[in-house]
């Protein structure tokens, strides 16, 4: 025993000696093609979409992997230098809290990048240099819920141990694409009919039939990931539609309503009218509207919270919310395009107001009211197969542009 530990000493130095060495000469032979540099590196995008993007020397083989607990993403890289500006990696910018880089092994490079909330490397990619442009590595980060991280996260430890120690860089890939999350949500439910014709017509049936339809045509591009809020005659609270979104990282959320003008009012009263979220009505209509659809718990009989005349006056907005209010709009705008090029719009003036179910600060959230069953020709094509096919074609076109611009738009 005494022997021994008179020994090891010397054995472990000897074995640290010349395992140095040995390791240094039998890295892999592309570390060697190294010499790239990365010279900067920054953020686009938000919440819904978060970019890194790293400008660097020449176009290098990464690794891109996500880590759970805490949240990160791993880039590795065959010996890249960082000739980095100081006090980069401090950015906040969506789904980023921090990243860092450093040498990791000998000629092995790596970048970590911290997240904020469940996330998917949606894709990612590294770009030749071109004109006077460097080469970028470019990675895309969406919003996910935490079982489909998780479920991610087993998937990529799985390719790790297929294709080897995680030294070996992957080809430039584009990993498989994330869909958007989209929720669509049928207003009323249940106990709660909504507004209804004079014949009894439901708005809880007119908005679930609508749905159900959108939802298979969203469904047929393979674009998209569906889920509607409730899928039978259920009430649901109005504050749960809103979560409901924001459980499953949604980057869309869009309410589907119908209107009532009593008589008195404006019993021609035709088409349909978009709604975003505001602290204050855009306008008489818009404000008694909100009222009428945030009584959906009442009606239910769900207790409000004792700020709720105040809710019903006006929401307050806060400064989290700013970005997801102007996304709202990009894709009400869009609706609204869509929409006014069939002439079915009652008003072709995007509406806003206090509305509850629009209210999840992260989720960009639209209401759309498909039109008055108080009038007789709207109630024949709110209830009419054809009517609901056109329509829904219009709100899927319009979907679809606002997720391509989305990404058409992020810098490079
Ligand atoms: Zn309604």
């Known amino acids: 025993m005494r022997g021994f530990l008179a020994v090891a000493p010397i054995w472990l130095l000897a074995f640290v000696l010349l395992s140095t060495p040995i390791g240094l000469l039998s890295l892999p032979a592309h570390a060697q093609s190294g010499d790239a540099s990365a010279s900067g590196a920054r953020l686009a995008g938000d919440r819904e979409r978060t ?5 660097l020397s020449k176009k290098v083989d990464v690794h891109v992997f996500p880590l759970g607990n805490p949240y990160r993403v791993i880039v590795d890289a065959a010996d890249v230098s960082f000739q980095m500006p100081s006090g980069l990696g401090k950015e906040r910018r969506g789904l980023v809290s921090a990243y860092r880089y450093g040498l990791f092994a000998p000629g092995k490079s790596r970048i970590v990048i911290d997240i904020n909330n469940p996330f998917f490397i949606d894709r990612y990619f590294v770009i030749e240099a071109r004109d006077d442009q460097p080469a ?11 079982a489909t991280f998780l479920a991610k ?25 994330a869909k958007p999350i989209i929720v669509i949500d049928p207003g009323h439910g249940g106990v709660d009919p909504g507004t209804s014709s004079v014949s009894g017509v439901t ?17 047929a591009t393979g674009r998209y990931e569906i889920h509607l809020t409730r899928e039978d005659d259920t009430f649901l609270p109005l504050k749960e539609r809103a979560a409901f979104a924001q459980k499953r990282g949604a980057g869309l959320f869009l309410s589907i309503h119908a209107d009532y003008f009593p008589v008195e009012i404006d019993g021609d009263a035709r088409g349909a009218t978009i709604y975003t979220l505001s602290e204050k009505a855009s306008d008489a209509e818009a404000k008694a509207l909100a009222a009428k659809e945030n009584f959906s718990d009442v009606i239910a009989g769900i207790e409000l919270p004792s700020d709720s005349d105040e809710v019903v006056a006006n929401i307050l907005i806060d400064l989290a919310q700013r970005e997801t209010q102007n996304r709202s709009l990009v894709f009400a705008r869009s609706l609204v395009g869509e929409l006014a090029n069939k002439n079915t719009l009652h008003t072709k003036q995007l509406r806003s107001a206090g509305f509850r179910v629009l209210k999840a600060p992260d989720v960009p959230s639209v209401l759309l009211e498909l039109g008055f069953l108080s009038n007789p020709d709207d109630e024949k094509q709110l209830t009419s197969e054809a009517w609901r096919d056109r329509m829904t074609d219009s709100v899927a076109a319009a979907i679809d542009g606002y997720f391509a611009k989305r990404i058409a738009r992020m810098p490079l």
């Open 51 to 55: 970019r890194f993007i790293a400008d």
């Open 203 to 219: 708005e809880k049936e007119i908005v679930l039939k609508f749905a159900e339809r959108l939802k298979q045509k969203l469904a």
């Open 153 to 177: 996260l087993r998937e990529a430890k799985q390719k790790r141990v297929e294709n080897g120690p995680a030294s070996q860089p992957q080809p430039p890939a584009r990993v498989s694409y």
């Open 136 to 146: 970028r590595l470019v990675i895309d980060l969406v919003p996910t819920n935490e």
